[in-house]
């Protein structure tokens, strides 16, 4: 997600071009936390963002359309990072969540992280169904975790 998108979402102030790349039902409210979360964790950092850090929310593009975005909650921890994801309700249950999953997963690999770690509600069978297809394993009723596979 381009940085000055990022802002505008916080803002509230999106800009008619990219607003018009957006399914109407995006961002969630989920994108929303997770943004304020990562700018929030950067600043305390004390590191100023002109561009996107590796450790950053990437959205999810169907047909030139935004319908979701995966991410980090921030960089990694103690070599653990944490992902979320959202997928707008028209375009859930294709696959896309699986597979920006993988994706990331990958990527935090190979960027260095150990372990990445999810949350999924209880109640929330596909997003369970997308970490455990990913290799995740359930830590507590909400927190799942994967490790990274040696050698890597």
Same mark, same amino acid.
């Given at each position: %997600?381009?940085?000055?998108?990022?802002?505008?979402? /916080?803002? *509230?102030? !999106? &800009? *008619?071009?990219? &607003?018009?790349?957006?399914?109407?039902?995006?961002?969630?409210?989920?994108?929303l936390?997770?943004?304020s %979360?990562?700018? $929030?964790?950067?600043?305390?950092?004390?590191?100023?963002?002109?561009?996107?850090?590796?450790?950053? +929310?990437?959205?999810?593009?169907?047909?030139d359309?935004v319908?979701?975005? +995966?991410g980090?909650? #921030?960089p !990694?921890?103690?070599?653990?990072?944490?992902?979320?994801?959202?997928?707008?309700?028209?375009?859930? #249950?294709?696959g896309? *969540?699986?597979?920006?999953?993988?994706?990331?997963?990958?990527?935090a690999?190979?960027? #260095? $992280?150990?372990?990445? /770690? *999810?949350?999924?509600?209880?109640?929330?069978?596909?997003?369970?169904?997308?970490?455990?297809?990913?290799?995740?394993?359930?830590?507590?009723?909400?927190r799942?975790? +994967?490790?990274?596979?040696?050698?890597?």
């Amino acid at each position: %997600m381009p940085l000055a998108e990022a802002r505008e979402l /916080l803002q *509230a102030r !999106p &800009s *008619a071009v990219t &607003s018009g790349r957006w399914h109407p039902d995006y961002p969630q409210a989920e994108t929303l936390e997770a943004l304020s %979360m990562l700018f $929030a964790g950067y600043e305390a950092s004390g590191e100023i963002l002109t561009s996107e850090p590796d450790w950053w +929310i990437h959205q999810l593009v169907v047909d030139d359309q935004v319908v979701g975005d +995966i991410g980090f909650h #921030g960089p !990694p921890a103690d070599g653990r990072v944490e992902i979320g994801y959202a997928v707008v309700p028209a375009r859930r #249950g294709q696959g896309l *969540a699986t597979r920006a999953c993988a994706l990331i997963v990958e990527f935090a690999w190979r960027a #260095g $992280a150990g372990v990445v /770690l *999810a949350e999924a509600e209880p109640d929330n069978t596909a997003s369970r169904k997308v970490l455990l297809d990913n290799g995740f394993v359930a830590v507590d009723d909400r927190r799942f975790l +994967i490790n990274r596979p040696a050698p890597w």
